[in-house]
């Protein structure tokens, strides 16, 4: 039906070939799995001649569309890029995954954006791959290309592979960015011109000196020295993403002037909200990525200061679900001894625990960025508890879509968390503020839109003049502090092995997303 000239054909080649060449006229989309590989038997020379019989056929059914293709000994990667649709190389350490939550989920939400806004987008991962291929499927869209098989010591020739192949390169992370600034900057000539853009995805030094402010150590001169030392590469940069208000701040005062703030996407919420009398329970929802980090911290802090203040105010039946990614490196077993956890062993399963729990716990007191999982609890419409440093990421009122459980202060937490988990009244305003919240400050479309602008801006010739930051003395704390140093330090990550064993068989930088199939879009 699809191909009503097939019976012109000899060989089955050409059949596929018109197949592709029709559905292309018509809309459709190719994909192609590199996994999947066809071979033919020897040909023979009466092979040949039918298949050069096909060409001709093919060039005359196809004279429009092919006038527009690239001849055929133009190089591979030229030929894909002859496609008119602009591409695009994120750089990363990992590849983000969709359960991992935080900044992976909203990494995976740019990525998501920048395909359906026509953009062809490859995704380099300097560690690797972690060879899952039903993940890939799963997490992105079907034209997404992974180069699962490359890491940081194939970068170059795969840049090399590809000169003048992207026209823009997104950066997620500051650490990604010194890592592999040396390599951008030795195959400066096979990247484009300008559209170079650094995702800083919370800034370290900043995570820094909120740990510093928790003992009231507010050393703002050291912030900016810090910060200037973490963005030493990013000069080779045309634009730069914050993570909030804050970090976006940081930045201008070290005379970054192109740079913008980039928050969370969420899709449109369909469902019906249960209501409170339908729900039951805590939720601790945020991914503890490594043993030590910020969101470990937090949590421990909860268990130690908190959990035995809430026994006495809440009800027996009211458990606390310990949800989200947890690292292959954390332990939470000395929380089970508290007889109110529970915990959630697939995180692919938190969304329903958004819809059947009655108050979010977000005791956090270190965070460098909006937090993912406060969004969409709220656009659930499950309000929370919030500790003051993310209530300040994500400038909202107190006490109207959350309750603010301050900084180390584990009596203020406790009181507010069984007063949100009692008071129905209160739980329904919060709930309702907490939805229109969450759809105002991480609209999929707003979301978009801000992407246009800042692949706008990192395209413009014409750069604004900077300034210098004047230093100063370490100002006023803007709110009221408790002195409690953190009970834990994170774990240094090993360095990744960026060097490709040895092989008889060269790694394939030339891989395509693992997905096969056509569709009409």
Same mark, same amino acid.
């Given at each position: @039906?699809?191909?009503?000239?097939?019976?012109?054909?000899?060989?089955?080649?050409?059949?596929?070939?018109? %197949?592709?060449?029709?559905?292309?006229?018509?809309?459709?989309?190719?994909?192609?799995?590199?996994?999947?590989?066809?071979?033919?038997?020897?040909?023979?020379?009466?092979? @040949?001649?039918?298949?050069?019989?096909?060409?001709?056929?093919?060039?005359?059914?196809?004279?429009?569309?092919?006038?527009?293709?690239?001849?055929?000994?133009?190089?591979?990667?030229?030929?894909?890029?002859?496609?008119?649709?602009?591409?695009?190389?994120?750089?990363?350490?990992?590849?983000?995954?969709?359960?991992?939550?935080?900044?992976?989920?909203?990494?995976?939400?740019?990525?998501?954006? +920048?395909?359906?806004?026509?953009?062809?987008?490859?995704?380099?991962?300097?560690?690797?791959?972690?060879?899952?291929?039903?993940?890939?499927?799963?997490?992105?869209?079907?034209?997404?290309?992974?180069?699962?098989?490359?890491?940081?010591?194939?970068?170059?020739?795969?840049?090399?592979?590809?000169?003048?192949?992207?026209?823009?390169?997104?950066?997620?992370?500051?650490?990604?960015?010194?890592?592999?600034?040396?390599?951008?900057?030795?195959?400066?000539?096979?990247?484009?011109?300008?559209?170079?853009?650094?995702?800083?995805?919370?800034?370290?030094?900043?995570?820094?000196?909120?740990?510093?402010?928790?003992?009231?150590?507010?050393?703002?001169?050291?912030?900016?020295?810090?910060?200037?030392?973490?963005?030493?590469?990013?000069?080779?940069?045309?634009?730069?993403?914050?993570?909030?208000?804050?970090?976006?701040?940081?930045?201008? &005062?070290?005379?970054?002037?192109?740079?913008?703030? %980039?928050?969370?996407?969420?899709?449109?919420?369909?469902?019906?909200?249960?209501?409170?009398?339908?729900?039951?329970?805590?939720?601790?929802?945020?991914?503890?990525?490594?043993?030590?980090?910020?969101?470990?911290?937090?949590?421990?802090?909860? /268990?130690?200061?908190?959990? &035995?203040? +809430?026994?006495?105010?809440?009800?027996?039946?009211?458990? /606390?679900?310990?949800?989200?990614?947890?690292?292959?490196?954390?332990?939470?077993?000395?929380?089970?001894?508290? &007889?109110?956890?529970?915990?959630?062993?697939?995180?692919?399963?938190?969304?329903?625990?958004?819809?059947?729990?009655?108050?979010?716990?977000?005791?956090?007191?270190?965070?460098?960025?909006?937090?993912?999982?406060?969004?969409?609890?709220?656009?659930?419409?499950?309000?929370?508890?919030?500790?003051?440093?993310?209530?300040?990421?994500?400038?909202?009122?107190?006490?109207?879509?959350?309750?603010?459980?301050?900084?180390?202060?584990?009596?203020?937490?406790?009181?507010?968390?069984?007063?949100?988990?009692?008071?129905?009244?209160?739980?329904?305003? %919060?709930?309702?503020?907490?939805?229109?919240?969450?759809?105002?400050?991480?609209?999929?479309?707003?979301?978009?839109?801000?992407?246009?602008?800042? /692949?706008?801006?990192?395209?413009?010739?014409?750069?604004?003049?900077?300034?210098?930051?004047?230093?100063?003395?370490?100002?006023?704390?803007?709110?009221?502090?408790?002195?409690?140093? %953190?009970? +834990?330090?994170?774990?240094?990550?090993?360095?990744?092995?960026?060097?490709?064993?040895?092989?008889?068989?060269?790694?394939?930088?030339?891989?395509?997303?693992?997905? +096969?199939?056509?569709?009409?879009?």
């Amino acid at each position: @039906e699809c191909a009503p000239n097939a019976d012109k054909f000899r060989t089955s080649d050409a059949r596929y070939a018109a %197949l592709c060449l029709m559905m292309a006229g018509n809309e459709g989309r190719i994909v192609y799995d590199p996994s999947v590989l066809a071979r033919s038997p020897v040909q023979s020379a009466s092979d @040949e001649f039918k298949k050069s019989e096909d060409r001709a056929v093919i060039r005359q059914m196809f004279a429009g569309s092919l006038s527009r293709q690239p001849l055929i000994n133009t190089p591979l990667m030229k030929a894909r890029d002859a496609s008119g649709r602009p591409t695009v190389l994120i750089l990363c350490e990992d590849i983000p995954r969709l359960e991992r939550g935080g900044q992976a989920q909203r990494a995976l939400s740019l990525i998501t954006a +920048l395909d359906s806004d026509g953009y062809q987008v490859t995704v380099f991962p300097l560690n690797g791959g972690d060879g899952d291929r039903i993940l890939n499927a799963l997490d992105f869209p079907p034209t997404v290309e992974i180069m699962s098989h490359s890491n940081l010591g194939t970068l170059g020739s795969f840049l090399e592979d590809r000169p003048s192949c992207f026209s823009s390169v997104w950066i997620l992370g500051t650490r990604t960015l010194q890592r592999s600034s040396p390599l951008l900057e030795q195959y400066a000539a096979c990247l484009p011109e300008r559209g170079i853009i650094l995702d800083t995805n919370q800034l370290h030094s900043l995570e820094e000196h909120h740990r510093r402010l928790v003992g009231c150590n507010n050393d703002e001169v050291k912030l900016l020295a810090d910060t200037a030392g973490e963005l030493s590469a990013a000069w080779i940069c045309q634009s730069i993403v914050a993570s909030n208000d804050e970090e976006a701040d940081v930045l201008r &005062r070290l005379g970054y002037t192109h740079v913008h703030v %980039l928050g969370h996407s969420l899709p449109e919420a369909t469902m019906e909200i249960p209501d409170f009398d339908r729900r039951k329970g805590l939720l601790f929802a945020f991914p503890v990525l490594n043993s030590g980090d910020a969101v470990h911290d937090g949590l421990d802090w909860f /268990m130690q200061n908190v959990m &035995r203040k +809430l026994d006495r105010l809440l009800p027996p039946d009211a458990t /606390m679900l310990i949800a989200g990614y947890r690292g292959e490196r954390v332990d939470f077993t000395p929380y089970g001894r508290f &007889r109110r956890i529970e915990a959630l062993e697939d995180p692919s399963h938190l969304k329903d625990a958004y819809r059947d729990r009655r108050v979010l716990i977000a005791p956090t007191r270190v965070t460098g960025g909006k937090p993912y999982e406060v969004l969409a609890a709220a656009s659930a419409g499950l309000p929370g508890v919030l500790g003051n440093n993310i209530f300040q990421q994500l400038n909202w009122a107190e006490g109207e879509s959350a309750l603010n459980g301050g900084t180390s202060d584990a009596e203020r937490f406790a009181q507010s968390v069984a007063s949100l988990y009692t008071d129905k009244e209160l739980w329904t305003r %919060l709930s309702a503020h907490a939805r229109i919240q969450a759809t105002t400050d991480a609209s999929a479309e707003g979301f978009r839109l801000k992407i246009c602008s800042i /692949m706008a801006d990192a395209m413009q010739e014409n750069a604004v003049q900077g300034y210098v930051f004047a230093k100063k003395e370490a100002a006023q704390i803007p709110y009221i502090l408790n002195p409690a140093p %953190l009970n +834990l330090e994170p774990q240094k990550r090993p360095e990744p092995d960026t060097e490709i064993p040895e092989s008889d068989e060269s790694p394939d930088t030339q891989t395509f997303s693992p997905r +096969l199939g056509i569709s009409f879009t």
